[in-house]
């Protein structure tokens, strides 16, 4: 299995402008998280879906945060608009079978936003 | 919610020593304790966990400690090598398949050759 693919690796943006981050979880994992990870604030959680459904999304940061995951193999993150404080790395990750167990990463996604 | 701290936010070893990293967890109902490497430009990977019913585990040149009642548990590395430098992050979380991880922050160590 080629792992969790996340595309783009790098996004550079300008404020104002929408973003959207790409996540292809591993096949047969029915769960799927969305984590940022800066310096200040390392690894947060902001949804995650089990079998396509958003079962928590209470790290959303605001409104401009939109996720979807409209079948088993595919989700998307979207911001817009962005600020330069969404500057971060963004991961994806999936699991198999729910809960907190055996979480696979994708590679990440650096966003900067100028 | 859960709260997951990790001390020191660096360690730096020399090869051949051993690293010990630690982390507390304030929620009681947490039971589930997994610990993940994360190197250069690259996610976090799970390298070892533990549940609250066994107080060590052990993989190879790694181990797991968990102290519930002092709510905190620690990840030990012997005979450290140069690739064991990376950042380590310890989580928590209840069960359920719902349940979530709460991670702490990071620790970075670098191993010197």
């Known amino acids: 299995d080629a792992g969790v693919i996340q595309s783009p690796r790098h996004e550079v943006t300008e404020m104002g402008q929408e973003v959207t981050l790409r996540c292809k979880p591993i096949s047969g994992h029915n769960s799927l998280f969305w984590y940022r990870q800066t310096m200040m604030r390392g690894l947060e959680l902001l949804i995650y879906f089990n079998n396509n459904v958003p079962i928590d999304d209470s790290g959303m940061p605001e409104d401009r945060f939109s996720a979807k995951m409209p079948n088993a193999s595919f989700s998307t993150l979207k911001i817009q608009p962005s600020e330069p404080r969404d500057s971060a790395v963004y991961f994806c990750?999936?699991?198999?079978?729910?809960?907190?167990?055996?979480?696979?990463f994708g590679s990440g996604t650096r966003l900067t936003v100028v | 919610g859960e709260n997951v701290e990790q001390h020191p936010s660096t360690l730096s070893v020399q090869e051949g020593d051993s690293a010990v990293i630690k982390c507390t967890y304030s929620?009681?109902?947490?039971?589930?304790f997994p610990w993940y490497k994360q190197e250069l430009g690259k996610g976090p990977q799970l390298i070892i966990d533990?549940?609250?019913?066994?107080g060590e585990k052990k993989d190879q040149r790694i181990a797991v400690t968990l102290n519930k009642t002092a709510k905190h548990f620690s990840l030990h590395i012997t005979e450290t090598q140069p690739e064991d430098s990376a950042v380590y992050f310890c989580a928590a979380s209840s069960y359920g398949a719902n349940s979530k991880l709460t991670f702490g922050k990071g620790i970075t160590l670098s191993v010197r050759p």
């Open positions: 929620d009681s109902a947490s039971n589930y």
């Open positions: 990750a999936s699991s198999l079978g729910g809960g907190p167990y055996g979480y696979t």
């Open positions: 533990i549940r609250s019913n066994v």
